[in-house]
């Protein structure tokens, strides 16, 4: 009896699973299609990625600021505080950046896709569209997918650039570190390809995968308030467990 | 509506240029290639018995100051030496060419980069000069290797004297 209670919530996960992969596709082979309406993709980019700056760009000042003073005292025990540029920036490139970047975006923009999406289901928005031989996978689902791959890379370089000055502000302006030993060391341990891209790479993964989510959960909600409530929380939750799981995978490959 | 739609392109174009701006700033200013030189520069070469652990672009410094990189390191197959050429900006053009050059590591587990002490030659390097004086990186585990051997008083020591009366 339990078995066969377990069996079936293994099979609802293992559905779901299955059903958010051939949604990729399916939304793979719609992008062709999306690009006639370019415009609507440049408008969520807009959405997504603009209308997400102030919050990133908050959240990476103080999360720079913090690291700054953590690694400061941590590092003042050792007496190696001339390497905070240095573990403050690896440890943004590399990790933080990426990750508190895309789960902030699934909080942001990701609710706000599934929402949006699950509402136009709910008041048969989509129906009509379909009726009007509108493929509302290339028109309302395929610009979100992109504009999620092309923002969550862009938001995650400025989250970083603001967490280097949030550190630079605690570590030489507050903590009087030396300007010169915080850049210098930076740039002697820092590499490009190892340290920067693959950080971007992982964000371009973590864009693709949280929008995904989004517009899957959104595009498969029941059309009632309590379905689109509860999808769109089932959003945040399961966006922010697979980026946390992929970037571990990610980092055993990358390194 | 034109005009409405106009905002947010610009808005949405102002982002990507800020994106792209921030990657650029990240890839160019607080990583290695921050590092390379940017003006003229001349070579130098200095062959090392032992350059450690001394890496591609890591810093030559004079008094300090950093003054140039490593350009190349290969293995002279006549000598059996290491070969190090080294990239000096053209500003430092007055180094007199009986300096020495050395292999230093900054701090007890830093990088490793040559340290250049000038001589008192009135003639200076020139491109494609030889430095003849060099000292080779310190290696710490000779250096514990040594002090281990001097400073334990060993069990064959105390064998050896005897047998060393006997010999004379």
């Not at chain 1, 923009?109 to 569209?129: C, H, K, N, V």
Request: glycine content about 10%; overall charge negative; hydrophobic content about 50%.
């Amino acid at each position: 009896m339990s078995g066969a209670r377990r069996s079936s919530v293994a099979g609802d996960a293992l559905a779901q699973i299955g059903a958010c992969g051939l949604f990729l596709l399916q939304i793979l082979a719609a992008v062709p299609g999306s690009l006639r309406h370019f415009r609507e993709t440049v408008r969520q980019v807009w959405f997504v990625g603009a209308m997400s700056l102030v919050i990133i760009m908050t959240c990476g000042l103080f999360v720079g600021m913090v690291l700054g003073l953590q690694l400061y005292y941590v590092l003042s025990i050792f007496g190696g505080t001339a390497a905070l540029g240095t573990v403050v920036s690896l440890s943004l490139y590399r990790e933080l950046g990426p990750v508190v970047t895309a789960l902030l975006f699934a909080g942001r923009a990701g609710t706000s896709m599934t929402a949006e999406i699950g509402l136009m289901r709910a008041t048969d928005q989509l129906s009509a569209m379909e009726m009007m031989a509108v493929d509302p996978l290339a028109y309302v689902v395929a610009p979100r997918f992109l504009a999620g791959l092309v923002a969550l890379p862009l938001l995650t370089c400025v989250f970083n650039a603001l967490g280097i000055f949030g550190a630079h502000l605690v570590g030489v302006s507050w903590l009087g570190l030396d300007n010169g030993m915080f850049w210098s060391n930076m740039t002697a341990s820092v590499d490009v390809w190892k340290d920067v891209i693959n950080g971007v790479w992982k964000s371009v993964a973590f864009g693709g995968v949280v929008a995904l989510i989004a517009v899957f959960q959104g595009y498969t909600a029941p059309p009632t308030s309590e379905g689109v409530a509860y999808a769109t929380t089932r959003t945040v939750v399961s966006s922010s467990i697979v980026v946390l799981a992929l970037d571990f995978v990610m980092t055993a490959f990358l390194m | 509506m034109t005009q409405q739609r106009r905002s947010y392109q610009i808005g949405t174009g102002l982002f990507i240029v800020l994106g792209f701006a921030a990657l650029g700033y990240l890839a160019t200013q607080t990583t290695s290639v921050a590092n390379f030189s940017q003006g003229p520069s001349y070579t130098l070469e200095a062959s090392f018995t032992n350059i450690g652990q001394l890496k591609l672009r890591a810093p030559v410094k004079l008094a300090g100051v950093r003054i140039g990189s490593v350009e190349s390191i290969s293995l002279d197959p006549s000598h059996l030496d290491a070969v190090v050429r080294l990239a000096i900006d053209q500003r430092y053009d007055e180094i007199p060419d009986d300096s020495s050059a050395s292999i230093f590591t900054s701090g007890l587990l830093g990088d490793q980069y040559v340290g250049i002490q000038p001589g008192g030659s009135p003639d200076m390097f020139k491109d494609g000069d030889q430095f003849v004086l060099t000292q080779s990186s310190m290696q710490l585990e000779d250096l514990i290797g040594k002090f281990l051997v001097s400073g334990s008083p060993p069990k064959p020591a105390d064998a050896a004297p005897p047998a060393a009366e006997e010999k004379h």
